[in-house]
Nanobody, 121 residues
Framework: VQLQASGGGLVRAGGSLRLSCAAS????????MGWFRQAPGKEREFVAV????????DYAHSVKGRFTISRDNAKNTVYLQMNSLKPEDTAVYYC???????????????WGQGTQVTVSS
């Protein structure tokens, strides 16, 4: 599975962005998908995860209620809708595929290249 993240950009605090992650290959629907982010000088951290069929999602406490993860298996795409953005959301955002829904980077086997999100105050 190859993953291509897009949709990042520069937005003011309080604004919104929607990230997309397009997957190649016919087995996309077999994977749980996660979003992670990495700010300069910090470790990569979990943001959100969705099960293979979209039946279950979970979020980091810092984004719960503001971000929504979803997927369209017919389009081989996972999304991250980000609302009420804050400067502390500034990071490179990565999508990743795992054999099971997980909070841990080590359990993800495929990674996208990342897309930059910058939130100005």
């Amino acid at each position: 599975v190859q993953l291509q993240a897009s949709g990042g950009g520069l937005v003011r605090a309080g604004g919104s962005l929607r990230l997309s992650c397009a997957a190649s290959g016919r087995t996309f629907s077999a994977y749980a998908m996660g979003w992670f982010r990495q700010a300069p000088g910090k470790e990569r951290e979990f943001v959100a995860v969705i099960t293979w069929n979209g039946g279950s999602t979970d979020y980091a406490h810092s984004v719960k209620g503001r971000f929504t993860i979803s997927r369209d298996n017919a389009k081989n795409t996972v999304y991250l809708q980000m609302n009420s953005l804050k400067p502390e959301d500034t990071a490179v955002y990565y999508c990743a595929a795992s054999h099971r829904a997980s909070y841990y980077t080590r359990e993800y086997v495929y990674w996208g290249q990342g897309t930059q999100v910058t939130v100005s105050s």
